[in-house]
């Protein structure tokens, strides 16, 4: 069974020191300002920027930047193409191919979502690289995040493995009786309909039965739970994580008005 | 600690009675055997010893506690139980942390923790994984990872639905080798399995459901000398069981040494 994929990369930078909430509201800070902000791309930019800026010092930014392009690539090809082509506000044309032309407008919106990505992205994988994803938990239960809500966040990642395990499983039973699964791209996407039902049900009784080995592990006894590792907090930390709390909120005030007066 | 359960009786929601009036007293300290056919009950009663079911009449004791006025999560103070499907029972992704999950949930301190986790692995030859991810394990290493994370709660009572299965004759005296530690410490073992030939070796005592009720209560001895109540109940004896007695011995054998004093 394949180990879990985290992005988590292990390491002692001073990213990988820092509070996890820290890094969580700076991510979400600068989700906010990227696509609530004024000055359209400038908004995305900056954040975007700053983020590769930390990445860069703590020495993560080759490993994030090729996830960056691994994830994002295929995406901005798909939207060059489609805005570039077919995006209806197309006036200024920049080449044209027959029946299609290519529009300045179309390429800048693609432009705009694409710089908007890939700040998000960066900023959000500047969490993700730098926290074990027990620290991200742990550091939520300790402002008063219900421990079964931590959970259930936290097990997406540990059910994934169990789940592609049983993707191979069933797909093998399938094919050993028959069931065509390799083959050309229709007969690959025919073959994913007789997986769903063995799946979905599969996953169903294996909820229940996950639910009764939590409970006799102790998981919802009364007691406060023991935590085994110690997240170190400043109070420099935090004071940042208030000051990018505020200007997040200011600026997304910012980009209310902004966009009243017919900015996008 | 001792367990007495009165008169129970139980009935799923499909309306099928599984328990039809179950009386038994296990002893502290003693290596109890739940056998019979698949759908005999013995699950259900297992189950009932941890809370997770409840008597829809009679009681059920453990030591002072009535399991009536206990949650699941406050029984796992007192009864481990251990699954079949290690897969169900995987909750994070390193062998150390799978273990001290249920300690940890118990509130026990930073220290204790540790102790019961590394006492657990050495206990299950597990120590040179304790980094690895359990899903990256094979069958039987994940099975022993599911019966350290047990003893790890240092519980009086352990309950094991089949430990047996999937486990190697290696691992398997290894196992026989924890119920013997086990039993000198003074806790009670309570073992579901269909192999006859490992209880024979490893339990004091045998319970034989059919029907929803114990139909035999007997030393592993005496029970396997009750020839036609095995036979009603689908049950094959031990190979050393059966050869004794084609042997003609005069009683029955539990093991290779006694068998040879009987034959000689």
């Given at each position: 069974?394949?180990?879990?994929?985290?992005?988590?990369?292990?390491?002692?930078?001073?990213?990988?020191?820092l509070h996890p909430l820290s890094k969580l509201v700076f991510s979400l800070a600068s989700a906010v300002i990227i696509f609530g902000g004024p000055g359209g791309w400038v908004?995305?930019?900056?954040?975007?920027?700053?983020?590769?800026?930390?990445?860069?010092?703590?020495?993560?930014?080759?490993?994030?930047?090729?996830?960056?392009?691994?994830?994002?690539?295929?995406?901005?090809?798909?939207?060059?193409?489609?805005?570039?082509?077919?995006?209806?506000?197309?006036?200024?044309?920049?080449?044209?191919?027959?029946?299609?032309?290519?529009?300045?407008?179309?390429?800048?919106?693609?432009?705009?979502?694409?710089?908007?990505?890939?700040?998000?992205?960066?900023?959000?994988?500047?969490?993700?690289?730098?926290?074990?994803?027990?620290?991200?938990?742990?550091?939520?239960?300790?402002?008063?995040?219900?421990?079964?809500?931590?959970?259930?966040?936290?097990?997406?990642?540990?059910?994934?493995?169990?789940?592609?395990?049983?993707?191979?499983?069933?797909?093998?039973?399938?094919?050993?009786?028959?069931?065509?699964?390799?083959?050309?791209?229709?007969?690959?996407?025919?073959?994913?309909?007789?997986?769903?039902?063995?799946?979905?049900?599969?996953?169903?009784?294996?909820?229940?039965?996950?639910?009764?080995?939590?409970?006799?592990?102790?998981?919802?006894?009364?007691?406060?739970?023991?935590?085994?590792?110690?997240?170190?907090?400043?109070?420099?930390?935090?004071?940042?994580?208030?000051?990018?709390?505020?200007?997040?909120?200011?600026?997304?005030?910012?980009?209310?008005g902004w966009r009243m007066h017919g900015g996008h | 600690m001792l367990i007495r359960a009165d008169d129970i009786h139980f009935t799923y929601s499909e309306g099928e009675k599984?328990?039809?009036?179950?009386?038994?007293?296990?002893?502290?300290?003693?290596?109890?055997?739940?056998?019979?056919?698949?759908?005999?009950?013995?699950?259900?009663?297992?189950?009932?010893?941890?809370?997770?079911?409840?008597?829809?009449?009679?009681?059920?004791?453990?030591?002072?506690?009535?399991?009536?006025?206990?949650?699941?999560a406050q029984m796992a103070r007192r009864v481990a139980y251990v699954f079949q499907n290690p897969d169900e029972q995987l909750f994070h992704q390193r062998v150390w942390d799978?273990?001290?999950?249920?300690?940890?949930?118990?509130?026990?301190?930073?220290?204790?923790?540790?102790?019961?986790?590394?006492?657990?692995?050495?206990?299950?030859?597990?120590?040179?994984?304790?980094?690895?991810?359990?899903?990256?394990?094979?069958?039987?290493?994940?099975?022993?990872?599911?019966?350290?994370?047990?003893?790890?709660?240092?519980?009086?009572?352990?309950?094991?639905?089949?430990?047996?299965?999937?486990?190697?004759?290696?691992?398997?005296?290894?196992?026989?080798?924890?119920?013997?530690?086990?039993?000198?410490?003074?806790?009670?073992?309570?073992?579901?399995?269909?192999?006859?030939?490992?209880?024979?070796?490893?339990?004091?005592?045998?319970?034989?459901?059919?029907?929803?009720?114990?139909?035999?209560?007997?030393?592993?001895?005496?029970?396997?000398?009750?020839?036609?109540?095995?036979?009603?109940?689908?049950?094959?004896?031990?190979?050393?069981?059966?050869?004794?007695?084609?042997?003609?011995?005069?009683?029955?054998?539990?093991?290779?040494?006694?068998?040879?004093?009987?034959?000689?």
């Amino acid at each position: 069974m394949p180990t879990t994929p985290t992005l988590y990369l292990p390491g002692t930078s001073y990213l990988h020191r820092l509070h996890p909430l820290s890094k969580l509201v700076f991510s979400l800070a600068s989700a906010v300002i990227i696509f609530g902000g004024p000055g359209g791309w400038v908004s995305a930019f900056f954040p975007g920027l700053f983020a590769m800026l930390l990445l860069w010092r703590a020495g993560l930014v080759g490993e994030v930047t090729r996830t960056i392009l691994r994830l994002l690539t295929p995406f901005a090809v798909v939207l060059f193409l489609i805005h570039g082509f077919v995006n209806p506000q197309n006036q200024t044309i920049l080449l044209r191919l027959g029946p299609v032309a290519l529009g300045q407008e179309g390429l800048n919106f693609a432009s705009l979502i694409v710089i908007r990505l890939t700040a998000a992205l960066t900023a959000s994988l500047l969490l993700m690289v730098s926290t074990h994803p027990s620290d991200l938990i742990q550091s939520l239960v300790e402002i008063g995040l219900p421990h079964r809500l931590a959970y259930l966040l936290g097990s997406p990642l540990l059910m994934l493995p169990q789940m592609v395990a049983r993707v191979q499983v069933i797909q093998s039973v399938q094919q050993a009786r028959g069931l065509e699964t390799q083959g050309n791209f229709f007969q690959r996407v025919r073959a994913l309909f007789p997986l769903v039902a063995p799946l979905v049900f599969s996953v169903l009784v294996d909820v229940e039965d996950r639910s009764l080995a939590l409970e006799v592990r102790g998981f919802n006894a009364p007691n406060q739970k023991t935590s085994l590792t110690e997240l170190v907090d400043t109070r420099e930390q935090r004071a940042a994580r208030w000051i990018m709390i505020v200007l997040a909120g200011f600026l997304l005030i910012a980009g209310i008005g902004w966009r009243m007066h017919g900015g996008h | 600690m001792l367990i007495r359960a009165d008169d129970i009786h139980f009935t799923y929601s499909e309306g099928e009675k599984v328990l039809n009036g179950v009386s038994v007293t296990i002893q502290p300290g003693e290596k109890v055997a739940l056998v019979g056919q698949n759908g005999s009950g013995k699950t259900t009663l297992a189950r009932h010893l941890n809370g997770l079911l409840r008597p829809a009449t009679g009681q059920v004791w453990i030591g002072d506690w009535l399991t009536q006025d206990h949650s699941p999560a406050q029984m796992a103070r007192r009864v481990a139980y251990v699954f079949q499907n290690p897969d169900e029972q995987l909750f994070h992704q390193r062998v150390w942390d799978e273990v001290a999950f249920g300690p940890q949930n118990l509130g026990c301190s930073v220290r204790e923790v540790a102790f019961q986790v590394e006492r657990a692995l050495d206990l299950m030859d597990l120590r040179g994984a304790s980094d690895l991810n359990p899903r990256d394990l094979g069958y039987s290493g994940r099975k022993r990872v599911t019966l350290a994370s047990a003893l790890a709660m240092q519980t009086p009572i352990i309950v094991f639905d089949e430990p047996t299965a999937g486990l190697d004759s290696k691992e398997q005296e290894q196992l026989a080798g924890v119920f013997s530690l086990l039993h000198h410490q003074g806790k009670t073992i309570i073992v579901i399995s269909h192999d006859m030939d490992f209880l024979i070796e490893n339990m004091d005592r045998m319970l034989l459901m059919m029907n929803g009720k114990i139909a035999l209560d007997a030393s592993a001895r005496d029970f396997f000398e009750q020839s036609r109540i095995l036979e009603t109940s689908g049950l094959i004896a031990p190979q050393i069981v059966r050869l004794s007695q084609k042997m003609g011995c005069s009683q029955v054998s539990t093991n290779v040494d006694e068998f040879l004093d009987n034959f000689s």
